[in-house]
């Protein structure tokens, strides 16, 4: 995946390393749903309470299944990344991204889904996770 993004880069606590949110953002796209590395959600995810698809989560494997049932169906088929928008909330380790993105379902017949991702990142992990779908076309018709 390639953007015409610049990489933002902030120092987090001593605790923490330097961290590119967008880095963060198109590796996770990358890693969890086009490479299905779901061994790797840890990474990703705070281990407690993350809020997905308004679903309270408590454990990385409630994620993980959550995770499954959409590759399901997806089949092989890659998160295409059309923009992310990322801005600092409040402190300086809290991010608020919004990812723009299509897929395309198997499922459906081969139907490109387009949706929007809204992230609440604290400490280099999600927190919290919301998607929306925004419109879908079947493959060959335009917008």
């Known amino acids: 995946m390639q953007t015409k993004l610049a990489l933002e880069t902030y120092k987090q606590p001593a605790e923490l390393v330097s961290f590119e949110i967008t880095s963060f953002i198109f590796n996770f796209y990358n890693h969890i749903w086009n490479q299905h590395k779901l061994d790797q959600i840890p990474?990703?995810?705070?281990?407690?309470g993350v809020l997905y698809?308004?679903?309270?989560?408590?454990?990385?494997?409630q994620?993980?299944?959550?995770?499954?049932?959409?590759?399901?169906?997806?089949?092989?088929?890659?998160?295409l990344i059309d923009s992310?928008?990322?801005?600092?909330?409040?402190?300086?380790?809290?991010?608020?991204?919004t990812a723009n993105w299509s897929t395309t379902l198997l499922s459906e017949?081969?139907?490109?889904?387009?949706g929007t991702t809204h992230f609440q990142i604290c400490n280099a992990k999600i927190v919290r996770e919301t998607i929306t779908?925004?419109?879908?076309?079947?493959m060959g018709s335009s917008l």
């Open 43 to 48: 990474s990703y995810y705070a281990g407690e």
């Open 133 to 138: 779908f925004t419109k879908g076309f079947l």
């Open 109 to 114: 017949g081969d139907k490109t889904i387009l």
């Open 63 to 79: 994620i993980k299944a959550e995770i499954i049932k959409t590759l399901f169906h997806m089949g092989d088929n890659s998160i």
């Open 84 to 97: 992310v928008t990322c801005n600092k909330r409040g402190r300086s380790n809290d991010w608020g991204v």
């Open 53 to 61: 698809n308004n679903k309270e989560f408590t454990t990385n494997d």
